[in-house]
């Protein structure tokens, strides 16, 4: 015998309310927007950066800047004045102090000496006070009497220059003359020189970083 429909209760309908598998297939939200609002997002974010590139490395490069080694060649400082050296030419010392970056800290140090002299032409001359022999410091002994114009002397190795900065004896310790350094005067009266080391021991003048 046929059961007879409940009332109330459609024919598509299951008594348990459901919906028949053709129908709730077609009711459930489909995710592709989704992907797709996802997929538009990452597009924008990835060519936003490419975009940001040339920025992102400027800023980098600046702000990795002090731990960047400092320049190779001369450093240029302003030691003094021409009122400053003596008139008869003797040579008086200077020291070259510079600014020095560890990391991110600056401070001024002590970087070398330099000795500085008038010459009759009115020129400056400037020598470097390190011994190209083994890198001693070099000293001035002043003039001794009438006719001695003094003389450059390296303790360690007793090697002697005059005052342009030539070796006095033949055979000398050092492998050549006393390392000259390039003067520049500014506004007729400021002394600056391009300070630079060189390597010891050898005949030539080779300058250092």
């Given at each position: 015998?046929?059961?007879?429909?409940?009332?109330?209760?459609?024919?598509?309908?299951?008594?348990?309310?459901?919906?028949?598998?053709?129908?709730?297939?077609?009711?459930?939200?489909?995710s592709a927007p989704n992907r797709r609002g996802v997929l538009g997002?990452?597009?924008?974010?990835?060519?936003?950066?490419?975009?940001?590139?040339?920025?992102?490395?400027?800023?980098?490069?600046?702000?990795?800047?002090?731990?960047?080694?400092?320049?190779?060649?001369?450093?240029?400082?302003?030691?003094?004045?021409?009122?400053?050296?003596?008139?008869?030419?003797?040579?008086?010392?200077?020291?070259?102090?510079?600014?020095?970056?560890?990391?991110?800290?600056?401070?001024?140090?002590?970087?070398?000496?330099?000795?500085?002299?008038?010459?009759?032409?009115?020129?400056?001359?400037?020598?470097?006070?390190?011994?190209?022999?083994?890198?001693?410091?070099?000293?001035?002994?002043?003039?001794?009497?009438?006719?001695?114009?003094?003389?450059?002397?390296?303790?360690?190795?007793?090697a002697r220059f005059d005052l342009d900065g030539k070796r006095l004896?033949?055979?000398?310790?050092?492998?050549?003359?006393?390392?000259?350094?390039?003067?520049?005067?500014?506004?007729?009266?400021?002394?600056?020189?391009?300070?630079?080391?060189?390597?010891?021991?050898?005949?030539?003048?080779?300058?250092?970083?």
């Amino acid at each position: 015998m046929q059961q007879n429909e409940m009332p109330g209760q459609s024919r598509g309908t299951s008594q348990s309310g459901s919906l028949p598998p053709c129908c709730a297939a077609a009711n459930v939200p489909s995710s592709a927007p989704n992907r797709r609002g996802v997929l538009g997002s990452l597009i924008a974010w990835i060519l936003g950066m490419i975009a940001l590139a040339p920025s992102l490395v400027t800023g980098l490069a600046a702000f990795l800047a002090p731990l960047r080694s400092g320049r190779k060649g001369g450093l240029l400082v302003r030691l003094t004045t021409l009122d400053n050296l003596p008139k008869d030419g003797s040579p008086r010392k200077f020291p070259i102090v510079a600014e020095k970056r560890n990391g991110w800290t600056l401070s001024r140090e002590p970087v070398g000496a330099v000795y500085l002299r008038l010459l009759p032409d009115g020129t400056v001359q400037a020598l470097h006070v390190v011994c190209p022999h083994a890198g001693c410091a070099i000293e001035y002994r002043a003039a001794q009497g009438q006719g001695n114009a003094g003389e450059f002397f390296c303790p360690c190795h007793l090697a002697r220059f005059d005052l342009d900065g030539k070796r006095l004896d033949a055979v000398s310790p050092s492998p050549r003359d006393m390392d000259t350094l390039s003067v520049e005067i500014r506004n007729g009266q400021e002394i600056w020189v391009e300070f630079q080391n060189f390597q010891v021991g050898t005949a030539q003048k080779i300058p250092v970083a």
